[in-house]
Each structure stands twice: as C-alpha cells, then as structure tokens.
C-alpha cells in the first residue's frame, strides 16, 4: 500500500513539472516499443537515416526463395516496394545460382530510429542482405538466431578472401541494376573485386554500388522515395563518382584501403569543432524527425 501512495505521489509530482522539464523520451525507445504498422496509408517520411514509415508491410518470415533472419528483432518491415523487391530479388537470385537470399534486417513495424545498429533503415527503403548463400530455406526460428553469415573480406579489410565468390558479384548485380534501387553498400574491398572484374561494356551497374565501412557479412540495398511518398528525401548521388565515367572505380575508391585504413590505425590530431556535437539518430527525440512521424507513432 506504501508503494502504490508514493508511486501516485510521484506520478503527480510528474505531471505537474512543466512539459520542458519532464525528460524528453528518446524516439528510438518509442518507436522500439511499436509491435505492429500503423494503419495508414503506405508513407516513406523524412531521409533514410531521420524519419519514419507508415502503413509499412512485413516480409513474410519465409518464401521458397527466402529466409528472414533474426526473427525475435522484429524488422522485417518496410514499405511494399521493398516487400516486392525483396522477393523479386529472391527469386532472381537463382540466375546468379543463389537458391534464395536470407534477409537481414530492414525496418522496425512504424520504422523510426533504432536501439541497436543502423544509422539509417528509419523509412522502409532499406534492406541487409546476408553474404551467405542459402544452404536450407527451412530454417527454424532457432536456427535462425544462432546461424551466423560470412565475412567476405580479409581481416586487414584490403581484398576479398576466400568466401567472395562469382555468384556474390552476380547477385549484387541484380540487385543494383534493378531501377526500384538508388544504391546498394558493400565493403570497399568487394567494390574493387567487382570492378576489377566486370567486362568493359557491362559497367553501368557500378556506379549504384557504393563503398562504406564494414558490410562485409551483408549488403545494404537502398530503394528510390516511391511515388507517394512526397514527405520521403532522397540522397543526392556521389558527385565525385558520377564525374568520374559514372562507375566509381578510381583513386576515390581506393582511398577505403589505403588512407581510411592508416587513418583508423593512426587517428589523425584534428581541431575538435565548435559547437555542440550533432546528435546520433540513437540520441533523437521526437522533435528531431519529422513532424508527420508523431501521427505515425499514435495511429492505431
Ligand atoms: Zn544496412
């Protein structure tokens, strides 16, 4: 009884703070806590790494070309361009002699910012695609949390190992020159592998495949805003790629293996930069997205 008098004390004393001083609740925990989508229309709102989606749609846990993996992270949602481009792409994979893809995580039911991982993957547009190939499609949940994917990069992170295989650079193929697909991430050593190796003519696929940091268990296919989605910001494309003959394999590509890498061993002293720190997407509160997000978070 002592309990629940002090538990209304405090929530009392709660209330009555000015709305400013209450703490602010991060967007990330709020959006976490949403099991379902919101029942709404179909909506990418805000940029892939600020906003939310609404009227989102769940990749079937399975399908004969596909596997979701990691099911108790409950991200297997997006809009239904990326539900349909996931399974196209699944089925597609046989040509590049894939039985189907496993499928990593894409959004959160309303999206939003995540607790753990991703900057981005806050507007159902973007997906992580396992460098594994299939070995069974009849996966358990179990089986499914413990099953790990495979680095196909080198320790040193300059080249590809031994896990980086033809039917890899097949299937990232399909996956960018689908015209759904603004760009797809792969570690910089998988990038320089496929550059090196796709014909002169065959090329134009490249310039969508962009070189980033980590993404060596998995890709990251990003989708174009979808036509209804007028809330939805896209990236610009790589200038630097674009005015280079359009594939991106040039000195900037091998900056990520030879300046980033020394500059990740050897942080260099730089002026620290005035002003306040941005904040992290896992830092955001609602106020930071935007405004149309707080309808998607309430909706029913
Ligand atoms: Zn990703």
Redesign the pocket.
Known sequence: MKRIIMLAAATLLALSLPQEMRAEKLANKLFGARATASHQAPQAIGTYARGCGAGMVQLPESGPTWQVMRLSRNRNWGQPELVQYLVDLSQRARAAGWRGIYV??MSQPRGGPMTS??A??QIGL???IWMLPPSSLQLSAGQREKLSSISIRTDDQTRINGNWSASHMALIRLAAMDPRVDRV?VAAAAKIAMCNTAGRKDRAWLQKVRPIQG?NF?F?VRLKCPAGSPLCRAQGQGVAELSKGGDGCDESLNWWVTTYLEELRNPPKRAKPSGPRPRTPREFTMSDLPKQCAAVLSAG
Do not use: R
Request: proline content about 0%.
């Open positions: 990593g995580d991982g991703h981005s993957h973007d997906a992580d991430f993404h998995h990251h």
